[in-house]
């Protein structure tokens, strides 16, 4: 089972790009939806989540330029990022968690460079 992420690309600094994660019907019981993020050379790490009830939680560095959504009708989560700065550059991925697994996507890269 594996989650599609896609959206990434070059853009240019203060810019802005919507990723979106396509997330397989067959994963039930959704708690919680979430980016990550693992830039060269770092370790992976947490940009922001939504839970089942709709709580959002940010990274501090995401400093309010970001935001994530989900249509679950669409079995899609997105992640709307603006003001984006070159320490954004990052392969991002989604993942979902239900009480059985996490399951991941295989990544989108963005990168934010002039």
């Known amino acids: 089972v594996q989650l599609q992420a896609s959206g990434g690309g070059l853009v240019q600094p203060g810019g802005s790009l919507r990723l979106s994660c396509l997330v397989p019907?067959?994963?039930?019981?959704?708690?919680?939806r979430s980016w990550y993020r693992q830039a060269p050379g770092k370790q992976r790490e947490l940009v922001a989540s939504i839970t089942a009830g709709g709580m959002v939680n940010y990274a501090e560095f995401v400093e309010g330029r970001f935001t994530i959504s989900r249509d679950i009708a669409k079995n899609t989560v997105y992640l709307q990022m603006n003001a984006l700065r070159p320490e954004d550059t990052a392969v991002y991925y989604c993942s979902v968690a239900n009480h059985l697994s996490q399951y991941w996507g295989l990544g989108t890269l963005v990168t934010v460079s002039s």
């Open positions: 019907g067959s994963i039930r019981g959704i708690k919680i």
